[in-house]
């Protein structure tokens, strides 16, 4: 692999889009251990790190949790850290994910969404992700190569800003492993949208500090209380992040998506790669003169309850396609918008669908299937699963 | 849109082609999506990878079914797998075969070429004749078999994609392959 032109289209996969993002973004530590389906997005920041692209250290660790670690360490220095995980790469760092949320350093990290073993699987769904939900963690979910890497540059605006760390999510192999054109940014544009991280303080032997001291019943909560309001300063800095991109390199995302969604009567939920798929499929609908559209969240954490509150209290129904499940309870996605909705004095009815699970493929007839199910019943139910062998 | 699944076997460098080819049609301006049967691969067992392309911009992720064209990197693969399955009526299948179209009458029902791009790629000192490696000879073949992209795109996108010291002789391998795809005579006016 040659040093890379920026500047110019290429035919890349998802996983190297998220290369391609972090070097962009000039990370200066790098730490991970290999995983299917990730180890791509680590294995060209090598290269990238081996033939002098890119200037970084490249830590090579014995277990994800020691990646996360070293990232909390490098970190701590001021350093902007990277790394990529999957399933259960990211379930055994889970310890060190609330670590890095607490002391507020600004990791960004791609994880590549595979389903959770056993049964062991190598296929796409939520559930290693969604698991994480409650760590302090910011996640965004993409839906193509191109929102992957520019998502990993807004990430680490965003994460710098109000100091906690950013999880972006990509479908395993309908994004990691999939090739299609994106644009790489000019690096002289990507610099002028992210200065270096300067952290308000950094473990430094020429100003001395103590981090992670013992935090008794009287200060602990406060700090947690500022964990809060920091999330709650990201959905500003998200869209504010989303906005200066945009008028930089031309393409903008939001924290959510309306699609076609004026006078739409039933409005479908999705997050990831179901997104593209479904537009397709709404565009199709329309043409049949069904009044249906589409709401994508990307940005899940931070959750933006109020532009979610406003994109959905006018439709008539509301049809959310869950790739996760929470046992027990349901479709995650769904919890969210409920909650979101219950205070509302207008709240639709809320379809909860659960399809394509260690990795099931969700065609354009699975999101035909859940739309007409909602269209044709007039009860709303809390959890539909959809092509499930009984 | 145009969709086009590859048949070959672990390291033989299906998915390599799918994206070789996809750059190149890229190059002409067109939107693509290449992909690789999701999930784990090993050396010498039967792998897939896809093909989209169109004129806009491609939003369906759903895996493809229903191919437009197959290609078919290892002729062994026939006795396998059912390189058929889901292909449109008059769909086209390339096969790396040193026999003529007309052998394979079971297939007769679509349009076969076959090109010896095993021979081809010995020829031109990539792999051996037991573990050649035919990916981007195919590639020439299939380019003229269906015209979707010239010869000259195509090599473009070998020379972007693949380490210098290999460019030479797997271009050379194309073109070759290029000139030397048979296409069953019968059925070659129904090509679209």
């Known amino acids: 692999m040659t040093p890379t032109l920026t500047g110019t289209k290429k035919v890349v996969t998802g996983n190297h889009a998220v290369s391609y993002g972090a070097m962009l973004a000039r990370v200066q530590v790098i730490s991970a251990y290999p995983i299917t389906?990730?180890?791509?997005?680590?294995?060209?920041?090598?290269?990238?790190?081996?033939?002098?692209?890119?200037?970084?250290?490249?830590?090579?660790?014995?277990?994800?949790?020691?990646?996360?670690?070293?990232?909390?360490?490098?970190?701590?220095?001021?350093?902007?850290?990277?790394?990529?995980?999957?399933?259960?790469?990211?379930?055994?760092?889970?310890?060190m994910l609330h670590w890095a949320a607490g002391a507020r350093l600004p990791i960004v990290m791609a994880d590549i969404n595979r389903?959770?073993?056993?049964?062991?699987?190598?296929?796409?769904?939520?559930?290693?992700?969604?698991?994480?939900?409650?760590?302090?963690?910011?996640?965004?979910?993409?839906?193509?190569?191109?929102?992957?890497?520019?998502?990993?540059?807004?990430?680490?605006?965003?994460?710098?800003?109000?100091?906690?760390?950013?999880?972006?999510?990509?479908?395993?192999?309908?994004?990691?492993?999939?090739?299609?054109?994106?644009?790489?940014?000019?690096?002289?544009?990507?610099?002028?949208?992210?200065?270096p991280y300067r952290p308000l303080?950094?473990?430094d032997p020429n100003d001395p500090r103590s981090f992670g001291a013992l935090a008794p019943p009287d200060v602990y909560m406060e700090l947690r209380y500022k964990m809060h309001q920091a999330m709650e300063d990201a959905l500003i800095e998200w869209a504010r992040a989303d906005e200066e991109f945009s008028e930089l390199f031309g393409r903008r995302y939001g924290l959510i998506e309306p699609y076609r969604a004026d006078d739409a009567e039933i409005l479908l939920v999705t997050s990831g790669t179901v997104t593209s798929t479904a537009r397709e499929v709404i565009d199709e609908l329309r043409a049949e003169g069904r009044r249906v559209g589409l709401?994508?969240?990307r940005v899940f954490r931070p959750f933006p309850a109020q532009l979610v509150r406003a994109a959905l209290q006018d439709t008539e129904k509301v049809a959310v396609l869950d790739r996760n499940i929470s046992f027990g309870m349901g479709g995650i996605f769904a919890q969210?918008?409920?909650?979101?909705?219950?205070?509302?004095?207008?709240?639709?009815?809320?379809?909860?669908?659960?399809?394509?699970?260690?990795g099931r493929d969700i065609t354009p007839s699975v999101i035909r299937e859940i739309i007409d199910y909602t269209e044709s019943h007039d009860e709303p139910e809390d959890l539909i699963w959809v092509g499930v062998k009984r | 849109m145009i969709e086009v699944r590859f048949h070959g076997r672990g390291g033989q460098g299906a998915v390599v082609a799918s994206e070789i080819l996809a750059t190149a049609l890229f190059k002409e301006g067109k939107f693509v999506q290449a992909f690789p049967a999701f999930g784990v691969e090993r050396r010498g067992a039967p792998v897939m990878a896809f093909l989209r392309f169109d004129g806009a911009p491609i939003r369906r992720r759903s895996q493809i079914y229903e191919p437009d064209h197959v290609v078919v990197l290892d002729p062994t693969l026939l006795l396998a797998v059912d390189v058929t399955a889901g292909l449109k009526p008059h769909g086209t299948i390339l096969i790396n075969s040193e026999a003529p179209p007309e052998s394979f009458s079971a297939l007769n029902r679509f349009v076969v070429a076959t090109v010896p791009a095993g021979e081809i790629a010995v020829a031109h000192g990539l792999g051996t004749r037991t573990n050649p490696i035919v990916n981007t000879a195919i590639l020439g073949a299939f380019a003229r078999l269906t015209g979707f992209v010239s010869l000259e795109t195509l090599l473009e996108a070998m020379a972007e994609k693949l380490p210098e010291r290999q460019r030479e002789r797997n271009q050379a391998a194309a073109r070759a392959a290029y000139e030397a795809v048979t296409i069953a005579a019968a059925l070659e006016r129904s090509i679209r």
């Open chain 1, 295 to 297: 709401l994508k969240i």
């Open chain 1, 201 to 203: 303080y950094k473990l």
């Open chain 1, 115 to 195: 389903a959770m073993g056993p049964p062991w699987s190598v296929w796409t769904d939520q559930n290693d992700s969604l698991s994480q939900r409650d760590t302090g963690w910011m996640q965004v979910y993409c839906e193509s190569n191109q929102e992957v890497l520019d998502t990993v540059i807004q990430a680490y605006r965003v994460a710098e800003k109000v100091s906690m760390p950013a999880m972006l999510v990509l479908d395993a192999f309908v994004l990691s492993h999939t090739a299609e054109p994106i644009e790489i940014p000019d690096q002289s544009l990507v610099d002028e949208y992210l200065p």
């Open chain 1, 37 to 95: 389906p990730q180890t791509q997005v680590v294995e060209l920041l090598s290269e990238f790190c081996a033939n002098g692209t890119l200037r970084a250290k490249f830590i090579k660790v014995e277990s994800e949790h020691s990646a996360m670690a070293a990232l909390i360490g490098a970190a701590s220095t001021g350093a902007r850290t990277f790394t990529a995980t999957s399933a259960h790469g990211l379930a055994l760092m889970h310890e």
């Open chain 1, 336 to 358: 969210e918008i409920k909650s979101a909705l219950y205070n509302s004095t207008k709240r639709p009815p809320i379809f909860g669908f659960v399809a394509g699970l260690g």
